[in-house]
C-alpha cells in the first residue's frame, strides 16, 4: 500500500513498480508495450506523470523522490 503527499510522485513510483514487474515476467516497459491479450490499448505510455511534473505539479525524477517503508505489526 503506498501513501504520498504528491500525487505526480507517486504515480513516478507505481509506474517503477509496474515496469519491475512486467520485467520480472519478461515483458516490455509499459512506455513501450503494445496491444497484447492483457490490453486493447494500442500504446500503454504513460506520458501524462511525466507532463504532470514538468507542469511543476509534483516530482516526476525518481532520484528526487523520498520512499520510505514502513512495517506495521508483528
Known sequence: ???ATDPV???R???KVIDEERARRGREPVALA???EDSRWVKMQPEHIE???A???GEFDLDK???RAVR???
Open 1 to 3: 500500500m503506498y501513501f
Open 9 to 11: 510522485a507517486m504515480d
Open 13 to 15: 513510483i507505481g509506474w
Open 34 to 36: 503494445k496491444a497484447d
Open 51 to 53: 507532463i504532470a511534473g
Open 55 to 57: 507542469m511543476g505539479l
Open 65 to 67: 523522490i523520498d520512499v
Open 72 to 74: 506495521l505489526g508483528a
